[in-house]
């Protein structure tokens, strides 16, 4: 499918099913094998539709929500705001999630570069995005996109597993929001 027929823009609150959706469904397809399955058949999309729709009703100063959908639906979306270490003029993409079905047709990129350009509008100077460190397929999709890794750092994940985690960060959020 070509990128022309996605539609990308901000999410709103009537959005927060599809999006939990959307988003219990990248981490199964995503993370089988890098978190514990038993984690992942938890997973509920009612509890994520609440998370979501708390943070599209009372979103944070400069968080982004945005959300990618084709004729059939949501298939994807980006979430970022200031980063986690509040460093000035610090973003992080939070989350970035595509179904398998609509990968690799350059959603992801214009999703990640969509996000860049609307924090950076909210004053961004670098941004930053975490992955784990054995989620190699997302690791080449940043590093084609100019991100640079960090040496990987050990996190708890989901049940208290110990998981390593790598941050990509971009010196200059503008290198991303260029055509």
């Known amino acids: 499918m070509p990128i ?28 089988r094998g890098l978190l514990p399955d038993a984690y992942l058949a938890r997973m509920s999309e009612a509890v994520h539709a609440r998370r979501f729709g708390h943070a599209l009703l009372r979103p944070g100063p400069d968080e982004v929500i945005l959300a ?26 939070a989350t970035l999630y595509l179904l398998r079905h609509a990968q690799g047709q350059g959603l992801g990129a214009r999703l990640l ?17 975490s992955v784990l460190r054995d989620n190699i397929r997302a690791r080449e999709f940043y590093e084609h996109l100019g991100g640079v890794a960090e040496p990987a750092r050990q996190e708890r994940g989901p049940g208290g597993a110990l998981l390593y985690e790598v941050v990509y960060r971009w010196a200059d959020i503008g290198t991303l929001t260029l055509p």
């Open 4 to 31: 022309s027929s996605f539609l990308v823009f901000p999410a709103g609150p009537a959005d927060a099913e599809a999006l939990a959706r959307v988003h219990v469904a990248a981490w199964r397809e995503t993370y």
């Open 68 to 93: 990618a959908a084709d004729r059939a639906g949501l298939v994807g979306y980006a979430m970022g705001g200031p980063s986690r270490s509040r460093a000035v003029g610090e973003a992080e993409i």
């Open 113 to 129: 570069r969509d996000t860049a350009r609307a924090m950076k509008a909210g004053g961004a100077k670098t941004l930053t995005i």
